[in-house]
């Protein structure tokens, strides 16, 4: 008798399919004709820049990326990328607003002062979203930063807000790939892949080229989102 599947949910790793899992099962053996494992391609092969190709492909079919966006693969979760986030882009005359609605939100701005001055642009009571009515963003801030989907309190964001001022910058990680989201009202998305893509490693950043331009050069170079 085939086990029924387990699905949580609770925040945390994503389900994968069980096709998947064999797929992956059989590259772990073998990578295709490449007589390696996929675990064992050199980065620099034909193979592995193929794979990141079709990667990048796919998310930008999917998102409907613009051209003038770049899309990043980068090592660590969401977490990791709070701190790095404002590691590009602040100073210490920078400022990041932040729009403070919970559980994670708070936690980016959190990482976030060590890199740069952070107002906060609304603070959420936890029940509800402040409208983007409401939100205070100074015209002179880098950027403003919001939550899309705050996992723990269970509060999402139907839309992506018009900020017209300064670019918008959102935390993606659980709500990624679960609809149609018009990336070009974004300065830049990011979203950590265990939520809703796969496993636990990665960030994917999209954003804007031309925002970029505005990152620091102290950043480490594995760091820095445009090296
Ligand atoms: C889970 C979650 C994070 C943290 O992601 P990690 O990849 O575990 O660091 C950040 N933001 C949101 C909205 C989340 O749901």
Not at 79 to 97: E, M, S
Not at 117 to 126: E, K, S
Not at 144 to 167: D, M, W
């Amino acid at each position: 008798m085939e086990e029924a599947p387990v699905y949580s949910f609770a925040s945390g790793q994503s389900a994968l399919p069980a096709d998947l899992l064999e797929m992956v099962q059989a590259d772990v053996k073998g990578w295709r004709q490449s007589g390696s494992s996929v675990l064992a391609l050199p980065f620099t092969c034909h193979d592995a820049r193929e794979i990141l190709h079709e990667t990048e492909t796919g998310i930008r079919q999917l998102l409907c990326v613009p051209d003038e966006y770049d899309v990043l693969f980068l090592q660590g979760g969401a977490y990791a990328q709070f701190g790095i986030l404002a590691l590009n882009f602040g100073n210490p005359n920078r400022l990041g607003a932040y729009v403070q609605t919970g559980h994670w939100s708070d936690r980016a701005a959190n990482e976030a002062k060590p890199w740069m001055r952070v107002h906060c642009a609304a603070q959420g009571d936890g029940t509800r979203l402040p409208s983007p009515d409401e939100w205070d963003v100074p015209p002179r801030a880098t950027y403003c930063h919001y939550t899309s989907n705050e996992s723990a309190e269970g509060l999402q964001f139907k839309a992506v807000p018009r900020i017209a001022a300064v670019p918008l910058i959102t935390d993606m990680t659980a709500d990624f790939l679960t609809r149609p989201m018009p990336v070009r009202n974004l300065g830049l998305l990011y979203a950590s892949s265990q939520k809703n893509l796969g496993i636990a490693g990665m960030t994917i950043v999209v954003a804007a080229r031309a925002f970029l331009e505005r990152c620091g050069d102290h950043v480490p170079a594995p760091f820095h989102y445009r090296r």
